[in-house]
């Protein structure tokens, strides 16, 4: 792809962020979506500042109207989408299902899984012009039990599942569900704050640990393998849940990524 149109959410801060900066350094146009205006406007900043070309659009990717607007600027400044990164996700409730609110289940299911839905359908049609990809941020959560994360665990798990039928209804698309590893994000801040009364003692000091122990992963390092997998992806893998060290994966970020 020529200067490709990639849209990515979630991508004012974190692994967002070091996803669209990536793939801007590979010579995508970027169309940046998240809540937050005003660090979106910051992430569209530095992308220019870089040398790259991204547009920012403030937007609540759980709202139908606002995953139109995402989908028309992208149009409307560049004739084309081939590529989406939908990043944006919670953790909350961190909570056992005895005492968690299923109002914030349902709230996490709308941003987890709900969202995810939306944008792929309204730009299906011009994802399949380009054969282009579709690549959702998942977890590892999805497939591995962590008490206390009941709606994100089972949001992810029904993503994973969506991205294969999204694979197999739509031939043209390459659709992949993404394990990007424990990375050093707002999301795992939260977790270390909020998480010790609604998870299980192991599960909380597993995830403590590996952050005072600095075995978290920089966003830019999944960032890397997640725009790759944006930009070059095999269609051949096309339904899969793919971790971001998987040796086919680092191979396409040795052959074609380029570390910032």
């Keep these: 792809m020529a200067n490709p149109v990639i849209i990515v959410t979630g991508a004012s801060r974190g692994l967002g962020l070091a996803a669209a900066r990536s793939a801007a350094s590979l010579g995508a146009r970027v169309i940046l979506a998240a809540r937050t205006a005003d660090a979106l406007d910051r992430a569209a900043r530095k992308i220019e500042a870089q040398g790259g ?24 400044q560049y004739g084309q989408i081939d590529a989406l990164i939908h990043n944006s996700g919670m953790i909350q409730p961190i909570a056992p ?9 349902q709230e996490n299911w709308r941003v987890n899984l709900l969202a995810p839905v939306l944008l792929p359908r309204l730009a299906l049609r011009h994802l399949r012009m380009t054969r282009g990809r ?18 994100y ?38 977790i270390r704050t909020e998480g010790r009364e609604g998870m299980g ?10 952050h005072d122990q600095g075995r978290l992963l920089p966003p830019e390092v999944p960032g890397e393998a997640l725009a790759c997998l944006a930009l070059y992806a095999s269609p ?12 086919r994966v680092q191979a396409l970020v040795e052959k074609r990524g380029r570390a910032l």
């Excluded at 070309?53 to 028309?72: F, G, H, K, Y």
């Excluded at 798990?157 to 694979?167: D, E, K, P, Q, V």
């Design 134 to 151: 579709v690549i959702s941020v998942s977890s590892g959560a999805s497939i591995n039990v962590v008490r206390g994360w009941g709606g």
């Design 236 to 247: 051949e893998w096309s339904g899969e849940f793919v971790q971001w060290d998987d040796p």
């Design 201 to 210: 003692a192991e599960e909380y000091q597993r995830l403590s640990s590996a």
């Design 97 to 105: 299902l005895a005492s968690a609110d299923p109002l914030a289940w």
């Design 53 to 76: 070309e991204a547009r920012a659009v403030p937007a609540d990717v759980t709202s139908l109207d606002d995953c139109r607007r995402i989908i028309d600027t992208a149009l409307s």
């Design 153 to 190: 665990s089972t949001a992810k798990a029904a993503l994973n599942h969506f991205t294969a039928i999204l694979a197999a209804e739509e031939p043209e698309i390459t659709a992949l569900a993404f394990r990007p590893g424990l990375v050093d994000t707002q999301m795992q801040a939260e």
